[in-house]
C-alpha cells in the first residue's frame, strides 16, 4: 500500500515539474506613456555684420571747361563767386583752367557714414575711502574734514576757583576777526566802436544815358538801356576787366569789371569792345559801344553782382 502512495507521489510531482517546465512565461508590456520626441529648432543662420556705409561726395551740377572759358565766366553764367568757384574745385591760380576739366557748380556734401549702433558700458566711480584714525594712532594736532578735536568739551569739578575762571573766561575780550581784503576788480576796457570797412564800398554811375526799357528781375538779373548802335559804354565805377567775348549765351558781346573782392558788374549786346582782359579801367572810361548782339533790339543790359548774386543795379546807382 505504501509503495502504490509513494508511486503516485512521484508521478504527481513529476507532471507537475512537466507542466511547470513547458508553461511559457507571459509577455511583459511597458504600458507608461511613450515620451515625445525633442524637437530641435533649426539653426539660426548667423547675422551677418553691420557694414558701414564710406562717405560719399555728392557731385551735383559739373561744367565742361571749353575753350576760350574763363572762370570769371563760368561762375557768372551759373550765379556764383569765382572765389568758390575755385575752392570747390581746387583751383590755386583762377586765371589757368585746363580744357575739357569738369568743375563741380555746387559745394562737396559728405554723406554721413551709418554704421552699427554701439551700447556704451556704464562708467563706475570708484569710492574713495577715507580711513578713520584708530585709538592707537597718533592724536591729530587740528581739526581735519573727518575729525574734529577743538572745541573741547569737559566736566570741571564746581569750586569757587573754577567759577571764577569760567566767569573770567565768559568776560574776556572777543579776539578780533579780520576779514580777508577783498580783491580790487578791474573794470573791462571800454568797448572800442569797429572800424567802418571801406574796403568793400564802391562807388557806382550810370554807365550810359538812355531810357530804363526792363526792370530788374529774378529772369532779367539787371537792367535794360535803350540807345542807338555805337552809343558808347562806360564802366559803372573803378575795376580790373576779368571777362570780354560772346563766350556766355544770351549775353552777345560782354564786358566783366571785377570790383574789388565783392563786385562786379557786366555790359551785354555790345557791337564793339574796345578794353582787354587785365586791364585797370576807371569809372566812366568807355569800354564798348553799345549794339544788339545776340538781342533783337539795340541795348545795354547791365547788371551788378555782389559775391556772384545778382542785385538790382537802381539801388546802387545815383537818382538821374
Keep these: 500500500m505504501s509503495t502504490r502512495v509513494n508511486f503516485f507521489s512521484v508521478l504527481v510531482v513529476t507532471l507537475l515539474l512537466s507542466a511547470c517546465a513547458s508553461k511559457t512565461p507571459a509577455p511583459v508590456v511597458d504600458r507608461r506613456p511613450a515620451t ?9 543662420p548667423a547675422t551677418p555684420p553691420v557694414k558701414p556705409v564710406a562717405a560719399t561726395v555728392s557731385e551735383g551740377k559739373t561744367h565742361t571747361v571749353q575753350k576760350g572759358e574763363t572762370l570769371y565766366a563760368i561762375s557768372f ?3 556764383l563767386d569765382y572765389r568758390e568757384l575755385a575752392i570747390w574745385n581746387n ?18 556734401t559728405i554723406g554721413l557714414a551709418s554704421a552699427q549702433s554701439r551700447i556704451s558700458e556704464p562708467v563706475v566711480t570708484p569710492l574713495t575711502v ?20 577743538e572745541p573741547k568739551a569737559g566736566m570741571v569739578p564746581y569750586s569757587d576757583q573754577s567759577l571764577a575762571k569760567l566767569e573770567q573766561e565768559a568776560g574776556a575780550s572777543p579776539v578780533a576777526v579780520v576779514a580777508p581784503p577783498t580783491p580790487a576788480v578791474t573794470p573791462p576796457p571800454a568797448a572800442v566802436p569797429a572800424a567802418v570797412d571801406t574796403a568793400d564800398a564802391v562807388d557806382w554811375a550810370w554807365p550810359v ?17 535803350a540807345g542807338s548802335r555805337g552809343t558808347a559804354i562806360h564802366a559803372a565805377a ?15 558781346r560782354l564786358v566783366i569789371i571785377k570790383h574789388g573782392a565783392n563786385w562786379v558788374s557786366a555790359y551785354a549786346h555790345n557791337d564793339k569792345i574796345v578794353v582787354a582782359e587785365g586791364l585797370q579801367v576807371k569809372q566812366g572810361q568807355k569800354i564798348a559801344e553799345m549794339g544788339n ?13 555782389k559775391q556772384g548774386k545778382p542785385v538790382d543795379p537802381v539801388k546802387f546807382l545815383p537818382t538821374k
Excluded at 520626441?37 to 539660426?44: D, G, L, N, R, T
Excluded at 583751383?91 to 562737396?108: D, H, T
Design 77 to 79: 553764367q551759373n550765379n
Design 209 to 225: 544815358k538812355g531810357q530804363l526799357v526792363s526792370q530788374f528781375t529774378e529772369q532779367n538779373k539787371g537792367i535794360d538801356i
Design 293 to 305: 548782339s545776340d538781342t533783337d533790339n539795340v541795348k545795354l543790359h547791365f547788371e551788378i553782382r
Design 130 to 149: 577715507v580711513p578713520m584714525p584708530s585709538a592707537s594712532s597718533e592724536r591729530p594736532l587740528q581739526n581735519s574734514a573727518i575729525l574734529k578735536i
Design 36 to 44: 515625445p520626441p525633442i524637437e530641435v529648432p533649426p539653426a539660426q
Design 91 to 108: 583751383i590755386e591760380n583762377i586765371n589757368v583752367i585746363q580744357v575739357g576739366a569738369v568743375l563741380r557748380l555746387s559745394p562737396p
Design 238 to 252: 573803378n575795376g580790373v576787366v576779368i571777362h570780354t567775348g560772346a563766350g556766355i549765351r544770351g549775353y552777345g
